[in-house]
């Protein structure tokens, strides 16, 4: 359904220092990048993820979230652990959301401009 999303930051080095490190758990990396943005992918040139330097970046409002897709709670809990180490902020630590479902382990956080997001894997995905 979707082709990239992008996410406006304001400063790109901090920014992608962040997502380099979440990012790099779930196996993605810089597909390319220059002064004013960096994309997130699996093959050069085609972004999935792209941080666009803005001066004037605001993250969205209450309600929404970008949630990626884990593979295995590990992968979960270290995508939390890198994210936390690299000036992200906890925003509910991994775990079972038995709201959401039996099987539903997720982690969130806020990044660096204050976009909140979400790593997660369902038992039904596997």
Do not use: W
């Not at 970046?57 to 995508?79: E, T």
């Not at 992200?88 to 909140?116: E, I, K, S, T, W």
């Amino acid at each position: 359904m979707l082709h990239h999303i992008s996410l406006g930051v304001r400063n790109l080095a901090h920014a992608g220092a962040f997502y380099d490190a979440a990012l790099g758990t779930l196996g993605f990396r810089r597909v390319f990048e220059d002064e004013t943005a960096v994309g997130y992918g699996l093959v050069d040139g085609q972004d999935l993820l792209c941080l666009k330097l803005r001066a004037d970046a605001v993250p969205p409002g209450p309600g929404f979230h970008l949630a990626f897709s884990a593979p295995s709670r590990p992968v979960v809990d270290a995508f939390h652990a890198a994210a936390l180490r690299v000036g992200g902020h906890d925003n509910g630590a991994p775990g079972l959301r038995p709201d959401y479902g039996d099987n539903y382990y997720a982690a969130f956080l806020v990044d660096p401009d204050g976009h909140r997001i979400e790593v997660v894997i369902n038992a039904s995905d596997i």
